[in-house]
């Protein structure tokens, strides 16, 4: 299976400020790349796919890039409600491995 | 409105079976990819298995030759059949769909089902 190896595993960071995580792909996978949110407790919330289209109802503060094998989501100006968990996935050869997840907390 | 509502989790033995049920409302899941997706606790989101088309099918490395993909278009259910158990199983099971236009990915969740292996 493809691995997604994202970075950092966790991030520090305050209201206002801006966030990138990134994900790399252990093989090419084009564009064929999401990212969830995950609060506790709750099912992962589609936010960007493919690379870079925003899922209806996000806030525009996410955006998303890359191609091939290295991507990045970028938060512009963090919310209270941004802070969470996000997991990259792939989606090559109808297999669809998860990103380890970046934790994201308020500092 | 769209939704998906798991069922079927339980304490079960190792070496044990268990059928998670995934059931829809509002669109039909033999017209779109059907995903599984557990989440041990405390850790991350781990695929398990895919149907799309037919009734094509995959799974991750660490449930093949275990697991079983499937749906039926009578109850617009779907399932997954789950054998010989092991403690590393445990984990809250997701079903999500995702959306029909070549472009689109798993744009609907459910709120997941328990499972845990234990003796």
């Known amino acids: 299976d493809i691995q997604m190896t994202q970075s950092p595993s966790s991030v520090s960071a305050s209201v206002g400020d801006r966030v990138t995580i990134t994900c790399r792909a252990s093989?090419?996978?084009?564009?064929?790349l999401a990212w969830y949110q995950q609060k506790p407790g709750q099912a992962p919330k589609l936010l960007i796919y493919?690379?870079?289209t925003l899922q209806r109802g996000v806030p525009s503060r996410f955006s998303g890039s890359g191609s091939g094998t290295d991507f990045t989501l970028t938060i512009s100006s963090l919310q209270p409600e941004d802070f969470a968990t996000y997991y990259c996935?792939?989606?090559?050869?109808?297999?669809?491995?998860f990103g380890q997840g970046t934790k994201l907390e308020i500092k | 409105e769209v939704q998906l509502v798991e069922s079927g989790g339980a304490l079960v033995q190792p070496g044990g079976s268990l059928r998670l049920s995934c059931a829809a409302s509002?669109?039909?899941?033999?017209?779109?990819?059907m995903i599984w997706v557990r989440q041990a606790p405390g850790k991350g989101l781990d695929w398990v298995s895919v149907?799309?088309?037919?009734?094509?099918?995959n799974y991750g490395d660490s449930v093949k030759g275990r697991f079983t993909i499937s749906r039926d278009r009578s109850k617009n259910t779907l399932y997954l059949q789950m054998n010989s158990l092991r403690p590393e199983d445990t984990a809250v099971y997701y079903c999500?769909?995702?959306?029909?236009?070549?472009?689109?990915?798993?744009?609907?969740w459910g709120q997941g089902t328990l499972v845990i292996v234990s003796s």
């Open positions: 999500a769909r995702r959306g029909i236009a070549a472009d689109d990915w798993f744009d609907r």
């Open positions: 509002g669109f039909t899941v033999s017209g779109h990819h």
């Open positions: 149907i799309y088309g037919g009734a094509n099918t």
């Open positions: 093989q090419d996978i084009s564009r064929w």
């Open positions: 493919p690379a870079s």
């Open positions: 996935q792939q989606a090559n050869g109808f297999r669809y491995t």
